[in-house]
């Protein structure tokens, strides 16, 4: 299965932009690259996803690569409630829709 | 609020017992996903279910066991449960099963085996 790479921890200062990089350089064709994000003591939620070309939503940006082995979020201005955990995940067309989360970024924003 | 709905919040129990852990998914969404995350492993795909069949397995212990209603709430039974699975139970549903189909999670069912 594609696995991804995320550094551990990163840390931004609040209404700065962050960037949040993710490696994943055996992706197959058909896998959509997801990111997630979860917050303390809750559940992971949805943050965007893409598959060649970069996508914009209200939460956040994701640039993907042209050789799509590596993605980036991006979150345009942190805020506090923006700490959390952000997962870089591939999702398999062919793989039965197995979603597997790594160990992800442990994002800190300092006021 | 995800609109996905579990419980119990928390569960205590011992060691050889087996519980139930329930989960309501969104309304309309038709697939409903298990996991489990524990400090040492992370988060785990478990199982998913859509419209009542069985759809994919994960990492599932031969000891747990799962399932879809005809109502599309599911249901994770554990059995002779040990100390190592103790672990916070997540539960997501999405609409259907395509690949690119948003995930919504619950709250989570903390079980704490003792």
């Known amino acids: 299965d594609a696995k991804t790479t995320q550094p551990n921890s990163m840390e931004s200062n609040e209404e700065e932009p962050v960037h949040l990089p993710c490696n994943h350089s055996?992706?197959?064709?058909?896998?959509?690259i997801h990111w997630y994000r979860q917050l303390p003591s809750q559940g992971p939620e949805y943050v965007i996803h893409?598959?060649?070309s970069n996508v914009n939503n209200r939460m956040a940006s994701l640039a993907i690569a042209e050789d799509r082995k590596s993605s980036t979020l991006i979150l345009h201005r942190a805020t506090l409630r923006d700490a959390a955990v952000y997962y870089c995940i591939l999702r398999a067309v062919y793989n039965f829709n197995k979603f597997y989360f790594g160990s992800g970024t442990k994002l800190n924003v300092k006021p | 609020d995800s609109g996905v709905t579990q419980t119990p919040k928390h569960l205590i129990t011992a060691t050889g017992q087996r519980v139930t852990l329930r989960c309501s998914p969104r309304s309309g969404d038709l697939s409903v996903y298990w996991y489990q995350q524990s400090l040492d492993q992370g988060l785990q795909f478990l199982i998913q279910?859509?419209?009542?069949?069985?759809?994919a397995k994960g990492n599932i212990l031969e000891r747990f066991s799962a399932q879809q209603f005809p109502d599309l709430h599911s249901e994770l039974n554990l059995s002779s449960l040990e100390l190592g699975d103790s672990a916070l139970y997540f539960c997501?549903?999405?609409?259907?099963?395509?690949?690119?189909?948003?995930?919504?999670f619950g709250p989570g069912t903390r079980l704490t085996v003792l």
């Open positions: 997501a549903s999405s609409v259907g099963t395509d690949t690119y189909n948003e995930q919504f």
């Open positions: 893409g598959l060649t």
């Open positions: 279910y859509y419209n009542g069949e069985e759809r």
């Open positions: 055996t992706i197959s064709g058909t896998d959509y």
